[in-house]
């Protein structure tokens, strides 16, 4: 006759056969440890359970770091997969109108913008019914893009923002100064957005930073 309490043999030899089966569990072992203080007393201090407490919390922080890290990874792999489709579009552009029509169509669309737009100081008017392009009297771009960093200026949409996006409903927006080389005035890469949380000061630039680096090599070219 089995003594009361006993465990049932087939559990009993699990158990013995494989301790791991109750070691990895940890809220089986929560459990007995708890058992065996209750059974000492509240007089007795128990470091093994102090020890196991604080090495769970520590795993805990490392499991939710991991997380952070991985989850940090793949959204910079995603966007720098989001810049290189939108470079490739921007490169199969033959003249400036079919750069401005790629900016404000697949690159767009790409990049999950709801508006874009390419802002240029253009004083003889040449690109002014060029689609995609805005076309602003000189001085403007400096004094909208604020003080930018490395060239990129993240915020939400400022008030009247939606004269360079044809009344697209914007309330981020990320704009990225060009350089088009030597004869031609600022530009910028004005990226527009419904979602005021898509663009904000605390994101990094380095991706945005690139793409306007190739962009204006691209463009400049294009202009010659």
Do not use: K, W
Request: glycine share 10%; charged share 20%; hydrophobic share 50%.
């Amino acid at each position: 006759m089995e003594p009361i309490g006993a465990l049932p043999e087939d559990l009993r030899d699990s158990i013995m056969a494989d301790p791991a089966l109750v070691l990895d569990d940890a809220e089986l072992m929560r459990v007995l440890v708890s058992a065996q203080d209750a059974a000492r007393g509240g007089n007795i201090v128990d470091l093994r359970a102090a020890a196991m407490q604080r090495l769970e919390t520590h795993i805990a922080e490392l499991r939710d770091m991991h997380r952070s890290v991985i989850a940090t990874a793949y959204d910079n792999v995603a966007g720098t997969n989001m810049i290189h489709r939108a470079v490739v579009h921007l490169s199969e552009a033959d003249d400036a109108a079919a750069f401005g029509a790629a900016v404000a169509g697949p690159v767009a669309g790409v990049l999950r913008v709801d508006a874009a737009r390419v802002v240029i100081e253009d004083e003889a008017g040449d690109l002014r019914d060029c689609p995609g392009f805005v076309t602003v009297e000189a001085g403007f771009v400096a004094d909208y893009m604020g003080a930018p960093r490395r060239g990129v200026t993240l915020r939400l949409a400022p008030q009247g923002s939606a004269v360079l996006y044809d009344g697209a409903p914007v309330a981020s927006e990320a704009l990225l100064a060009l350089d088009l080389g030597a004869g031609r005035g600022p530009a910028m890469l004005a990226l527009g957005a419904a979602d005021p949380d898509q663009f904000t000061p605390q994101q990094g630039v380095d991706l945005v930073a690139f793409l306007a680096a190739v962009s204006g090599r691209l463009l400049g070219r294009l202009l010659r």
